[in-house]
């Protein structure tokens, strides 16, 4: 999927793009599975770099900074 939609993911390429290559359709509900539950309270994050957040040193701090505050907010 990344390959066939790179370009938009780049974005060098519109919506159209990958409305053209893409089919949706509901999704039922399951059950429960069997992995343990999360706590109930929890941050995940996860950055990608691009053109829209280059990996630069400035970014880079300012990720960890952010992080940093999160962890301040929600502490282990």
Known sequence: MFSLLRQFWLGNDSLQYVLDYTQYARVG????????????????VKFYTGRALMDTPAHREMLRALIERIGRRYPS
């Open 29 to 44: 509900t399951i059950g429960p599975v069997g992995a343990s539950a999360a706590p109930d309270r929890f941050v995940a």
